[in-house]
């Protein structure tokens, strides 16, 4: 029997020698990953997880509001439940696909202007003339995972539409903000925003979500989603949560009218 190595797998790939700048963050610990690949566009990268050997691989490409209303066509059958969204039933873009087999759990997520594609599956196993993918241990657990690096590439992602910088005047203090190409959306930084309004937030960096009371009323919204929960209902956004520089922006319009 062989194993092949995650570097033998991703060979075919020509590598940029630098990790995309929407890479998450946990995957830059390497202590626990290990990079491998990505390519020229760098639109893919590849990583193998250290305690068990299992591929972690992340596409994100541009896509067009015409394009995330057509649902993608794939060549292997789709299992009943894998357009029913997102694992942590939290809104996510458009359309949300899973995959969860004994050896892979993947994500698929299309916005209106991104799509991030994050697949974990078992190292590839070589006996004689068969090949196949070693089991995953938490097929569920990595399911969240793989959500979890989706939500935050998304973000970084879709922050490559930065578009001039400024400040908005929020309680006589300057807030951070920026223009986004392709939607107009003005954004603000939300931490700075919650401050000046007196504003506890509360960051769950690991669901990729946070939450607050604004006007007395419970809100929460997730990275990468052009939603907002105000109270018991949900509400639209012109775009979605973006990360960048460390540092969560949303939609002006999500908190001030």
């Not at 020229?40 to 490409?61: G, P």
């Not at 896509?63 to 809104?91: I, L």
């Not at 299309?110 to 594609?117: A, F, G, K, R, T």
């Not at 490559?160 to 223009?179: E, M, T, Y």
Request: with cysteine; proline share 4%; net charge positive.
């Amino acid at each position: 029997m062989m194993i092949l190595t995650c570097s033998a797998i991703i060979a075919l790939y020509t590598s940029s020698g630098e990790m995309p700048s929407w890479t998450p963050e946990l995957l830059r610990d390497n202590s626990r990953f290990k990079y491998i690949e990505s390519n020229i566009r760098q639109d893919f990268v590849a990583f193998e997880r250290l305690a068990d050997n299992a591929v972690i691989t992340i596409r994100a490409r541009e896509y067009t509001p015409e394009m995330a209303s057509r649902r993608p066509e794939f060549n292997q059958v789709d299992h009943p439940d894998a357009w029913k969204g997102a694992p942590s039933q939290y809104p996510f873009g458009r359309q949300v696909r899973i995959r969860k087999e004994q050896s892979r759990s993947s994500i698929l997520c299309l916005n209106n202007y991104e799509s991030i594609d994050v697949d974990i599956r078992g190292r590839l196993i070589v006996q004689g003339n068969s090949k196949g993918l070693s089991l995953l241990e938490d097929i569920d657990g990595d399911l969240a995972v793989a959500e979890g690096f989706a939500r935050e590439a998304l973000g970084r992602f879709a922050a490559r539409r930065r578009d001039l910088n400024s400040h908005v005047n929020i309680a006589g203090q300057n807030i951070p903000s920026f223009s986004a190409k392709k939607t107009g959306a003005r954004f603000l930084e939300v931490t700075a925003w919650a401050k000046a309004r007196n504003v506890t937030l509360n960051r769950n960096d690991e669901a990729k979500r946070f939450s607050f009371t604004w006007k007395g009323k419970n809100c929460i919204m997730c990275w990468g989603t052009d939603q907002i929960k105000i109270g018991d209902s949900w509400r639209a956004l012109p775009d979605v949560v973006m990360y960048d520089e460390g540092k969560l922006w949303i939609p002006l319009s999500a908190v001030e009218s």
